[in-house]
Protein backbone atom coordinates (compact mmCIF):
# COMPACT_ATOMS: atom_id res chain seq x y z
CA UNK A 1 0.00 0.00 0.00
CA UNK A 2 3.42 2.08 -0.05
CA UNK A 3 1.29 3.66 -3.37
CA UNK A 4 -1.80 5.09 -1.81
CA UNK A 5 -3.75 2.09 -3.18
CA UNK A 6 -4.14 -1.92 -3.39
CA UNK A 7 -1.97 -3.27 -6.71
CA UNK A 8 -4.02 -6.64 -6.12
CA UNK A 9 -7.05 -4.76 -5.96
CA UNK A 10 -6.22 -2.46 -9.04
CA UNK A 11 -5.36 -5.85 -10.94
CA UNK A 12 -8.71 -6.78 -11.06
CA UNK A 13 -10.89 -4.45 -13.09
CA UNK A 14 -14.10 -5.72 -12.01
CA UNK A 15 -13.23 -5.06 -7.94
CA UNK A 16 -11.82 -1.60 -9.10
CA UNK A 17 -15.03 -1.05 -11.62
CA UNK A 18 -17.58 -2.46 -8.84
CA UNK A 19 -16.92 -1.28 -5.46
CA UNK A 20 -17.45 2.48 -5.81
CA UNK A 21 -20.96 1.29 -6.84
CA UNK A 22 -21.77 1.30 -3.17
CA UNK A 23 -22.67 4.96 -3.63
CA UNK A 24 -25.02 4.03 -6.12
CA UNK A 25 -26.74 1.74 -3.55
CA UNK A 26 -27.00 4.16 -1.44
CA UNK A 27 -30.03 6.04 -3.64
CA UNK A 28 -31.52 2.59 -3.55
CA UNK A 29 -31.98 2.28 0.14
CA UNK A 30 -33.25 5.72 0.22
CA UNK A 31 -36.16 4.46 -2.32
CA UNK A 32 -37.12 1.50 -0.46
CA UNK A 33 -36.49 3.32 2.93
CA UNK A 34 -39.57 5.38 2.32
CA UNK A 35 -41.67 2.75 0.38
CA UNK A 36 -41.75 0.93 2.32
CA UNK A 37 -43.51 3.10 5.29
CA UNK A 38 -46.19 4.59 3.43
CA UNK A 39 -48.69 2.16 4.54
CA UNK A 40 -47.30 2.20 8.32
CA UNK A 41 -49.15 3.34 11.13
CA UNK A 42 -46.29 3.94 13.13
CA UNK A 43 -44.29 6.02 10.65
CA UNK A 44 -47.96 7.80 10.11
CA UNK A 45 -48.24 8.40 13.60
CA UNK A 46 -45.20 9.50 14.35
CA UNK A 47 -45.27 12.21 11.53
CA UNK A 48 -48.70 13.35 12.10
CA UNK A 49 -50.73 11.35 9.71
CA UNK A 50 -48.51 13.31 6.67
CA UNK A 51 -51.57 14.56 3.64
CA UNK A 52 -50.43 13.16 0.12
CA UNK A 53 -48.59 16.60 -0.70
CA UNK A 54 -46.82 16.35 2.65
CA UNK A 55 -45.61 12.71 1.59
CA UNK A 56 -44.22 14.03 -1.23
CA UNK A 57 -42.22 16.93 0.07
CA UNK A 58 -40.80 14.63 2.65
CA UNK A 59 -39.70 11.90 -0.03
CA UNK A 60 -38.97 15.19 -2.33
CA UNK A 61 -36.62 16.41 -0.18
CA UNK A 62 -34.02 13.45 -0.46
CA UNK A 63 -33.41 14.34 -4.36
CA UNK A 64 -33.77 18.19 -3.34
CA UNK A 65 -30.29 17.37 -1.34
CA UNK A 66 -29.02 15.21 -4.52
CA UNK A 67 -29.52 17.81 -6.62
CA UNK A 68 -27.39 20.35 -4.72
CA UNK A 69 -24.70 17.23 -4.30
CA UNK A 70 -24.26 16.39 -7.87
CA UNK A 71 -23.94 20.29 -8.44
CA UNK A 72 -20.89 20.12 -6.21
CA UNK A 73 -19.01 17.43 -8.10
CA UNK A 74 -18.08 20.80 -10.60
CA UNK A 75 -15.86 21.27 -7.96
CA UNK A 76 -15.02 18.88 -5.83
CA UNK A 77 -14.40 16.22 -8.43
CA UNK A 78 -12.02 18.52 -10.18
CA UNK A 79 -10.22 19.24 -6.67
CA UNK A 80 -10.36 16.28 -4.67
CA UNK A 81 -10.14 14.16 -7.00
CA UNK A 82 -12.42 11.48 -7.78
CA UNK A 83 -11.61 8.97 -4.95
CA UNK A 84 -11.83 11.19 -2.25
CA UNK A 85 -14.84 12.66 -3.91
CA UNK A 86 -16.54 9.19 -2.85
CA UNK A 87 -15.56 8.90 0.44
CA UNK A 88 -16.39 12.31 0.87
CA UNK A 89 -19.97 11.09 -0.03
CA UNK A 90 -19.93 8.06 2.33
CA UNK A 91 -19.08 10.44 5.22
CA UNK A 92 -22.30 12.56 4.10
CA UNK A 93 -24.79 9.29 4.36
CA UNK A 94 -23.74 8.56 7.67
CA UNK A 95 -24.35 11.70 9.17
CA UNK A 96 -28.07 12.30 7.40
CA UNK A 97 -28.98 8.68 8.43
CA UNK A 98 -28.44 9.06 11.67
CA UNK A 99 -30.41 12.16 12.18
CA UNK A 100 -33.18 10.26 10.25
CA UNK A 101 -32.86 7.15 12.39
CA UNK A 102 -33.43 9.81 15.34
CA UNK A 103 -36.11 11.89 13.95
CA UNK A 104 -39.53 12.84 16.20
CA UNK A 105 -40.72 15.10 13.60
CA UNK A 106 -40.80 16.13 9.96
CA UNK A 107 -38.41 18.70 9.98
CA UNK A 108 -35.62 16.78 11.48
CA UNK A 109 -36.98 13.49 8.95
CA UNK A 110 -36.68 16.28 6.46
CA UNK A 111 -33.43 17.48 7.10
CA UNK A 112 -31.85 13.87 7.68
CA UNK A 113 -32.98 12.88 4.17
CA UNK A 114 -31.34 16.34 2.81
CA UNK A 115 -27.92 15.49 3.87
CA UNK A 116 -28.44 11.98 3.02
CA UNK A 117 -29.30 13.03 -0.48
CA UNK A 118 -26.55 15.59 -0.88
CA UNK A 119 -24.50 12.58 -0.30
CA UNK A 120 -26.29 10.30 -3.64
CA UNK A 121 -26.11 13.32 -5.49
CA UNK A 122 -22.37 13.31 -5.15
CA UNK A 123 -21.71 9.66 -5.71
CA UNK A 124 -24.38 9.53 -8.92
CA UNK A 125 -22.11 12.10 -10.38
CA UNK A 126 -18.89 11.11 -9.31
CA UNK A 127 -18.94 7.22 -9.25
CA UNK A 128 -19.78 6.89 -13.31
CA UNK A 129 -16.87 9.36 -13.97
CA UNK A 130 -14.59 7.37 -11.71
CA UNK A 131 -15.70 4.01 -13.51
CA UNK A 132 -15.59 5.53 -17.28
CA UNK A 133 -11.60 6.57 -16.09
CA UNK A 134 -10.35 3.86 -15.25
CA UNK A 135 -12.17 0.98 -17.37
CA UNK A 136 -10.61 -0.46 -20.54
CA UNK A 137 -13.60 0.21 -23.39
CA UNK A 138 -14.20 -3.25 -24.20
CA UNK A 139 -15.75 -3.49 -21.07
CA UNK A 140 -16.71 0.03 -19.44
CA UNK A 141 -20.64 0.44 -20.72
CA UNK A 142 -20.68 -3.00 -18.41
CA UNK A 143 -18.52 -1.53 -15.25
CA UNK A 144 -20.76 1.66 -15.48
CA UNK A 145 -23.87 -0.47 -15.57
CA UNK A 146 -22.83 -1.58 -12.33
CA UNK A 147 -24.29 1.38 -11.17
CA UNK A 148 -27.49 0.86 -11.62
CA UNK A 149 -27.48 -2.74 -10.68
CA UNK A 150 -26.30 -1.62 -7.29
CA UNK A 151 -29.00 0.72 -6.95
CA UNK A 152 -31.91 -1.99 -7.25
CA UNK A 153 -30.01 -4.05 -5.07
CA UNK A 154 -30.23 -1.19 -2.44
CA UNK A 155 -33.90 -1.08 -3.03
CA UNK A 156 -33.89 -4.93 -2.66
CA UNK A 157 -32.14 -5.25 0.35
CA UNK A 158 -33.30 -2.24 2.22
CA UNK A 159 -36.95 -3.74 1.73
CA UNK A 160 -36.42 -6.97 2.69
CA UNK A 161 -35.37 -4.73 6.07
CA UNK A 162 -38.17 -3.43 5.78
CA UNK A 163 -40.11 -6.16 5.50
CA UNK A 164 -38.64 -7.71 8.19
CA UNK A 165 -39.11 -5.27 10.67
CA UNK A 166 -42.57 -4.32 9.98
CA UNK A 167 -43.14 -7.13 12.19
CA UNK A 168 -42.40 -5.21 15.26
CA UNK A 169 -44.27 -3.02 16.84
CA UNK A 170 -43.53 0.92 17.16
CA UNK A 171 -41.49 3.17 15.90
CA UNK A 172 -38.99 0.53 15.92
CA UNK A 173 -40.29 -0.63 12.57
CA UNK A 174 -38.70 2.28 10.48
CA UNK A 175 -35.89 3.08 13.13
CA UNK A 176 -33.92 -0.53 12.67
CA UNK A 177 -33.69 0.53 8.99
CA UNK A 178 -32.74 4.12 8.81
CA UNK A 179 -29.99 3.18 11.28
CA UNK A 180 -28.50 -0.08 9.21
CA UNK A 181 -28.71 1.62 6.06
CA UNK A 182 -25.27 3.32 7.14
CA UNK A 183 -23.37 0.21 7.08
CA UNK A 184 -23.07 0.22 3.73
CA UNK A 185 -21.33 3.89 3.94
CA UNK A 186 -19.24 3.09 5.71
CA UNK A 187 -17.76 0.08 4.14
CA UNK A 188 -17.37 2.42 0.93
CA UNK A 189 -15.74 5.33 2.66
CA UNK A 190 -13.34 2.83 4.34
CA UNK A 191 -12.68 1.07 1.64
CA UNK A 192 -11.97 3.26 -0.99
CA UNK A 193 -8.88 4.32 0.48
CA UNK A 194 -7.16 0.63 -0.91
CA UNK A 195 -8.28 1.56 -4.31
CA UNK A 196 -6.20 4.02 -7.11
CA UNK A 197 -6.98 7.64 -8.04
CA UNK A 198 -8.51 8.13 -11.65
CA UNK A 199 -5.62 7.73 -13.86
CA UNK A 200 -6.88 10.71 -16.44
CA UNK A 201 -7.53 12.84 -13.01
CA UNK A 202 -3.94 12.49 -12.24
CA UNK A 203 -2.69 13.31 -15.69
CA UNK A 204 -4.80 16.38 -15.73
CA UNK A 205 -3.04 17.43 -12.62
CA UNK A 206 0.26 16.54 -14.05
CA UNK A 207 1.05 13.62 -12.00
CA UNK A 208 1.82 11.16 -15.05
CA UNK A 209 3.96 9.17 -13.02
CA UNK A 210 1.64 8.28 -10.96
CA UNK A 211 -0.91 7.39 -13.64
CA UNK A 212 1.16 5.50 -15.93
CA UNK A 213 2.22 3.19 -12.83
CA UNK A 214 -2.37 3.09 -12.13
CA UNK A 215 -2.63 2.65 -15.56
CA UNK A 216 0.18 -0.70 -15.61
CA UNK A 217 -1.13 -2.39 -12.27
CA UNK A 218 -5.33 -2.07 -13.89
CA UNK A 219 -4.72 -3.14 -17.53
CA UNK A 220 -1.47 -3.88 -17.68
CA UNK A 221 -0.83 -6.71 -14.94
CA UNK A 222 2.13 -3.74 -13.90
CA UNK A 223 3.41 -3.94 -16.94
CA UNK A 224 4.20 0.29 -18.36
CA UNK A 225 5.14 -1.92 -21.20
CA UNK A 226 2.02 -3.16 -22.01
CA UNK A 227 0.87 -2.07 -25.57
CA UNK A 228 -2.67 -1.36 -24.01
CA UNK A 229 -1.36 0.50 -21.39
CA UNK A 230 0.96 2.60 -23.66
CA UNK A 231 -1.95 3.27 -26.49
CA UNK A 232 -4.34 4.31 -23.38
CA UNK A 233 -1.60 6.68 -22.00
CA UNK A 234 -0.77 7.64 -24.86
CA UNK A 235 -4.21 8.90 -25.76
CA UNK A 236 -5.20 10.40 -21.92
CA UNK A 237 -1.90 12.74 -22.69
CA UNK A 238 -2.66 13.79 -26.50
CA UNK A 239 -6.16 14.91 -24.96
CA UNK A 240 -5.35 16.62 -22.32
CA UNK A 241 -2.28 18.65 -24.37
CA UNK A 242 -5.17 19.47 -26.86
CA UNK A 243 -7.70 20.11 -24.15
CA UNK A 244 -5.27 22.81 -22.62
CA UNK A 245 -4.91 24.20 -25.73
CA UNK A 246 -8.37 24.92 -25.47
CA UNK A 247 -7.98 27.49 -22.21
CA UNK A 248 -9.04 26.95 -18.62
CA UNK A 249 -11.74 24.83 -17.28
CA UNK A 250 -14.93 27.29 -16.86
CA UNK A 251 -18.56 26.91 -16.94
CA UNK A 252 -18.43 28.22 -20.33
CA UNK A 253 -16.68 25.21 -21.12
CA UNK A 254 -19.98 23.55 -21.80
CA UNK A 255 -21.14 26.35 -24.17
CA UNK A 256 -18.32 26.15 -26.66
CA UNK A 257 -19.00 23.91 -30.26
CA UNK A 258 -19.03 20.39 -29.95
CA UNK A 259 -19.49 20.38 -26.02
CA UNK A 260 -22.50 22.16 -25.57
CA UNK A 261 -24.22 19.40 -27.52
CA UNK A 262 -22.93 16.55 -25.36
CA UNK A 263 -24.47 18.73 -22.67
CA UNK A 264 -27.70 18.79 -23.87
CA UNK A 265 -27.59 15.28 -24.86
CA UNK A 266 -26.35 14.05 -21.35
CA UNK A 267 -28.93 16.20 -19.60
CA UNK A 268 -32.04 15.77 -21.37
CA UNK A 269 -30.83 11.52 -20.70
CA UNK A 270 -31.04 11.97 -17.17
CA UNK A 271 -34.24 13.94 -17.36
CA UNK A 272 -35.93 11.10 -19.97
CA UNK A 273 -35.00 8.96 -17.60
CA UNK A 274 -36.89 10.31 -15.10
CA UNK A 275 -39.83 11.34 -16.91
CA UNK A 276 -40.18 7.49 -18.14
CA UNK A 277 -41.95 7.02 -14.87
CA UNK A 278 -39.64 4.06 -13.20
CA UNK A 279 -39.16 6.01 -9.69
CA UNK A 280 -42.35 6.88 -9.20
CA UNK A 281 -43.17 3.29 -9.59
CA UNK A 282 -40.58 2.51 -7.08
CA UNK A 283 -41.00 5.29 -4.43
CA UNK A 284 -44.86 4.70 -4.18
CA UNK A 285 -45.52 1.16 -5.95
CA UNK A 286 -47.68 0.68 -2.71
CA UNK A 287 -49.77 3.40 -4.01
CA UNK A 288 -50.15 1.48 -7.00
CA UNK A 289 -50.82 -1.49 -6.06
CA UNK A 290 -53.75 -0.19 -3.36
CA UNK A 291 -55.18 1.77 -6.60
CA UNK A 292 -55.10 -1.54 -8.87
CA UNK A 293 -57.19 -2.98 -6.01
CA UNK A 294 -54.76 -4.88 -3.92
CA UNK A 295 -55.46 -5.07 -0.21
CA UNK A 296 -53.91 -5.86 2.80
CA UNK A 297 -50.94 -4.55 4.23
CA UNK A 298 -48.84 -7.78 4.17
CA UNK A 299 -50.31 -8.74 0.82
CA UNK A 300 -49.05 -5.55 -0.58
CA UNK A 301 -45.46 -5.95 0.60
CA UNK A 302 -45.04 -9.31 -0.78
CA UNK A 303 -46.44 -7.80 -4.17
CA UNK A 304 -44.12 -4.85 -4.10
CA UNK A 305 -41.32 -7.24 -2.95
CA UNK A 306 -41.78 -9.10 -6.47
CA UNK A 307 -41.16 -5.67 -8.26
CA UNK A 308 -38.07 -5.46 -6.57
CA UNK A 309 -36.97 -8.50 -7.39
CA UNK A 310 -37.16 -8.54 -10.89
CA UNK A 311 -35.62 -4.99 -10.98
CA UNK A 312 -32.59 -6.69 -10.00
CA UNK A 313 -32.45 -9.77 -11.85
CA UNK A 314 -33.45 -8.00 -15.82
CA UNK A 315 -30.33 -5.44 -14.98
CA UNK A 316 -27.92 -8.41 -15.21
CA UNK A 317 -28.64 -8.97 -18.96
CA UNK A 318 -28.01 -5.42 -19.74
CA UNK A 319 -24.78 -5.31 -17.64
CA UNK A 320 -23.14 -8.45 -19.43
CA UNK A 321 -24.57 -7.11 -22.78
CA UNK A 322 -24.65 -3.38 -22.71
CA UNK A 323 -20.91 -3.09 -24.70
CA UNK A 324 -22.58 -5.52 -27.25
CA UNK A 325 -25.74 -4.55 -27.97
CA UNK A 326 -24.93 -0.73 -27.94
CA UNK A 327 -26.74 1.93 -26.42
CA UNK A 328 -28.58 3.69 -28.79
CA UNK A 329 -30.77 0.23 -29.36
CA UNK A 330 -31.31 0.11 -25.38
CA UNK A 331 -32.27 3.15 -25.43
CA UNK A 332 -34.78 3.47 -27.97
CA UNK A 333 -36.44 0.21 -27.45
CA UNK A 334 -36.61 0.15 -23.78
CA UNK A 335 -38.49 3.39 -24.27
CA UNK A 336 -41.10 2.05 -26.69
CA UNK A 337 -41.93 -1.13 -24.83
CA UNK A 338 -42.29 1.13 -21.77
CA UNK A 339 -44.66 3.38 -23.38
CA UNK A 340 -46.67 0.63 -23.98
CA UNK A 341 -46.75 -1.06 -20.38
CA UNK A 342 -47.67 2.38 -19.31
CA UNK A 343 -50.59 2.95 -21.41
CA UNK A 344 -51.64 -0.96 -20.58
CA UNK A 345 -51.82 -0.07 -16.50
CA UNK A 346 -53.45 3.08 -17.48
CA UNK A 347 -56.49 1.55 -20.11
CA UNK A 348 -57.27 -0.79 -17.42
CA UNK A 349 -57.76 1.54 -14.38
CA UNK A 350 -59.77 3.28 -16.62
CA UNK A 351 -61.76 1.09 -17.61
CA UNK A 352 -62.53 -1.58 -14.46
CA UNK A 353 -61.42 1.41 -11.65
CA UNK A 354 -64.20 3.63 -10.26
CA UNK A 355 -64.47 6.48 -7.09
CA UNK A 356 -63.65 4.57 -3.39
CA UNK A 357 -61.82 5.25 -0.16
CA UNK A 358 -58.36 3.78 0.61
CA UNK A 359 -57.00 4.31 4.46
CA UNK A 360 -60.37 7.01 4.76
CA UNK A 361 -59.25 8.82 1.70
CA UNK A 362 -61.35 8.93 -1.33
CA UNK A 363 -59.15 7.18 -4.20
CA UNK A 364 -59.74 5.57 -7.85
CA UNK A 365 -59.38 2.25 -7.56
CA UNK A 366 -60.61 -1.36 -8.99
CA UNK A 367 -63.03 -2.86 -6.49
CA UNK A 368 -63.89 -6.46 -6.80
CA UNK A 369 -62.29 -7.10 -10.23
CA UNK A 370 -59.34 -9.78 -9.38
CA UNK A 371 -58.59 -10.25 -12.81
CA UNK A 372 -58.28 -6.82 -13.42
CA UNK A 373 -56.34 -6.16 -10.37
CA UNK A 374 -53.34 -9.09 -11.36
CA UNK A 375 -53.42 -7.67 -14.85
CA UNK A 376 -52.22 -3.89 -13.70
CA UNK A 377 -49.66 -5.87 -11.06
CA UNK A 378 -48.52 -7.95 -14.36
CA UNK A 379 -48.07 -5.00 -16.60
CA UNK A 380 -46.60 -3.03 -13.74
CA UNK A 381 -44.06 -5.74 -13.40
CA UNK A 382 -43.48 -5.72 -17.11
CA UNK A 383 -42.91 -2.17 -16.88
CA UNK A 384 -39.96 -2.49 -14.10
CA UNK A 385 -38.11 -5.42 -16.04
CA UNK A 386 -38.30 -3.21 -19.41
CA UNK A 387 -36.47 -0.44 -17.82
CA UNK A 388 -34.05 -2.83 -15.80
CA UNK A 389 -33.15 -4.64 -18.86
CA UNK A 390 -32.37 -1.10 -21.05
CA UNK A 391 -32.84 2.26 -20.01
CA UNK A 392 -31.73 1.93 -16.54
CA UNK A 393 -27.96 1.09 -17.38
CA UNK A 394 -27.78 2.57 -20.30
CA UNK A 395 -29.02 6.27 -18.74
CA UNK A 396 -25.46 6.47 -16.11
CA UNK A 397 -23.29 4.56 -18.93
CA UNK A 398 -23.83 7.10 -21.92
CA UNK A 399 -23.56 10.75 -19.84
CA UNK A 400 -20.19 9.26 -18.44
CA UNK A 401 -18.19 8.74 -21.67
CA UNK A 402 -19.35 11.66 -23.69
CA UNK A 403 -17.82 14.39 -22.28
CA UNK A 404 -13.91 15.33 -22.96
CA UNK A 405 -11.91 15.31 -20.21
CA UNK A 406 -11.33 19.00 -19.23
CA UNK A 407 -15.44 19.65 -18.93
CA UNK A 408 -16.29 15.42 -17.80
CA UNK A 409 -17.08 16.28 -13.76
CA UNK A 410 -19.07 19.59 -14.33
CA UNK A 411 -20.99 18.40 -17.20
CA UNK A 412 -21.57 14.75 -15.83
CA UNK A 413 -22.66 16.95 -12.63
CA UNK A 414 -25.00 18.88 -14.63
CA UNK A 415 -26.42 16.08 -16.14
CA UNK A 416 -26.35 14.05 -13.00
CA UNK A 417 -28.58 17.17 -11.38
CA UNK A 418 -30.86 16.99 -14.05
CA UNK A 419 -31.73 13.84 -13.07
CA UNK A 420 -32.50 15.08 -9.57
CA UNK A 421 -34.32 17.86 -10.13
CA UNK A 422 -36.89 15.87 -12.21
CA UNK A 423 -36.68 13.22 -9.59
CA UNK A 424 -37.43 15.79 -7.02
CA UNK A 425 -40.44 17.31 -9.34
CA UNK A 426 -41.88 14.05 -9.44
CA UNK A 427 -41.47 12.91 -5.93
CA UNK A 428 -43.22 15.38 -4.77
CA UNK A 429 -46.28 15.59 -7.43
CA UNK A 430 -47.07 11.56 -7.90
CA UNK A 431 -49.09 11.94 -4.40
CA UNK A 432 -51.12 14.29 -6.19
CA UNK A 433 -51.29 13.17 -9.51
CA UNK A 434 -52.45 9.68 -8.58
CA UNK A 435 -55.23 11.56 -6.11
CA UNK A 436 -56.42 14.17 -8.90
CA UNK A 437 -56.01 12.39 -12.39
CA UNK A 438 -55.51 8.77 -11.26
CA UNK A 439 -55.37 6.66 -14.35
CA UNK A 440 -54.41 9.74 -16.62
CA UNK A 441 -51.06 9.93 -14.45
CA UNK A 442 -49.74 6.53 -16.28
CA UNK A 443 -50.48 7.99 -19.96
CA UNK A 444 -48.62 11.00 -19.22
CA UNK A 445 -45.55 8.68 -18.47
CA UNK A 446 -46.44 6.53 -20.97
CA UNK A 447 -46.31 9.57 -23.34
CA UNK A 448 -42.86 10.52 -22.34
CA UNK A 449 -41.58 7.34 -22.73
CA UNK A 450 -42.45 7.71 -27.02
CA UNK A 451 -41.48 11.34 -26.90
CA UNK A 452 -37.85 10.29 -25.71
CA UNK A 453 -38.19 7.37 -28.16
CA UNK A 454 -38.72 9.61 -31.22
CA UNK A 455 -35.39 11.21 -29.49
CA UNK A 456 -32.78 8.89 -28.57
CA UNK A 457 -33.37 7.80 -32.16
CA UNK A 458 -32.27 11.27 -34.14
CA UNK A 459 -30.23 12.61 -31.58
CA UNK A 460 -27.62 9.74 -30.23
CA UNK A 461 -24.66 8.33 -31.33
CA UNK A 462 -23.43 4.78 -30.30
CA UNK A 463 -20.51 4.92 -28.26
CA UNK A 464 -20.04 1.41 -27.31
CA UNK A 465 -16.58 -0.18 -27.39
CA UNK A 466 -14.81 2.97 -27.71
CA UNK A 467 -11.80 4.58 -25.39
CA UNK A 468 -13.16 8.19 -24.16
CA UNK A 469 -10.86 9.62 -26.64
CA UNK A 470 -12.06 7.55 -29.35
CA UNK A 471 -15.69 8.71 -28.61
CA UNK A 472 -14.15 12.77 -29.44
CA UNK A 473 -14.06 11.37 -33.49
CA UNK A 474 -17.60 10.39 -33.06
CA UNK A 475 -19.27 13.99 -32.28
CA UNK A 476 -16.63 15.12 -34.77
CA UNK A 477 -18.59 13.46 -37.21
CA UNK A 478 -21.56 15.59 -36.96
CA UNK A 479 -24.62 13.80 -37.61
CA UNK A 480 -26.74 16.35 -35.15
CA UNK A 481 -30.27 15.23 -36.10
CA UNK A 482 -29.08 11.63 -37.94
CA UNK A 483 -27.32 9.94 -34.72
CA UNK A 484 -28.29 6.33 -37.21
CA UNK A 485 -25.70 7.82 -39.48
CA UNK A 486 -22.42 7.67 -37.58
CA UNK A 487 -21.05 3.88 -38.06
CA UNK A 488 -19.85 2.05 -35.15
CA UNK A 489 -16.28 2.25 -36.74
CA UNK A 490 -15.79 5.70 -36.00
CA UNK A 491 -13.08 6.53 -34.18
CA UNK A 492 -11.34 3.13 -33.44
CA UNK A 493 -7.34 3.90 -33.38
CA UNK A 494 -4.68 1.42 -32.92
CA UNK A 495 -1.25 1.99 -31.22
CA UNK A 496 0.62 3.22 -34.57
CA UNK A 497 -2.19 5.98 -35.30
CA UNK A 498 -2.14 7.33 -31.73
CA UNK A 499 1.83 7.39 -31.65
CA UNK A 500 1.48 9.00 -35.37
CA UNK A 501 -0.28 12.08 -34.22
CA UNK A 502 1.53 12.44 -30.81
CA UNK A 503 4.11 14.65 -31.91
CA UNK A 504 2.42 16.75 -33.96
CA UNK A 505 -0.07 17.42 -30.74
CA UNK A 506 2.61 17.83 -28.55
CA UNK A 507 4.70 20.38 -30.81
CA UNK A 508 1.47 22.90 -30.92
CA UNK A 509 1.12 22.52 -27.57
CA UNK A 510 4.74 23.44 -26.76
CA UNK A 511 4.19 26.35 -29.84
CA UNK A 512 0.98 27.97 -28.57
CA UNK A 513 2.73 27.83 -24.73
CA UNK A 514 6.28 29.20 -26.36
Same mark, same amino acid.
Given at each position: ?100 ? $? ?75 ? @? ?10 ? @? ?29 ? @? ?19 ? +??? +? ?55 ? $? ?165 ? +? ?35 ? +? ?7
Amino acid at each position: MGKGYSARIASNPYIVGTFACIGGGLFGLDISSMSAVLNNPAYANTFNNPTANAQGAIVASMPAGSLIGALSVTYLGDKLGRKNTIILAGLFWVIGSILQC $ASVNRGMLVVGRIIAGYSVGISSAVVPVYQSEIAAPEIRGRLVSFQQWSITWGILLQYFVQFGCSYINGTASFRIPW @GLQMIPAIILSL @GMLAFPESPRWLVDHNREAEALEILADLHGG @GNQQDDLVVLEFQEIKSQVYF +ERN +EGAKAWSDLLKPGVSRRVVLGSTLQMWSQLTGMNVMMYYVVYVFEGAGLTGRRANLI $ADSVQYVLNVTFTVPAIIYIDKWGRRPMLIYGCLIMGFWLYLVGGLQARFGQWGTINGASSWVVLNNPAATKAIIVCSYFFVSSFAITMGPASWTYPAEIFPMRVRAKAVSLSTATNWLFNFALAWAAPPMLTHIQWKTYFVFGTFNFAACIHFFFCFPETAQRSLE +EIEDVFAQGHEYSAWAVSRSVGKKDLADVLANKVDEK +ESFEKVNA
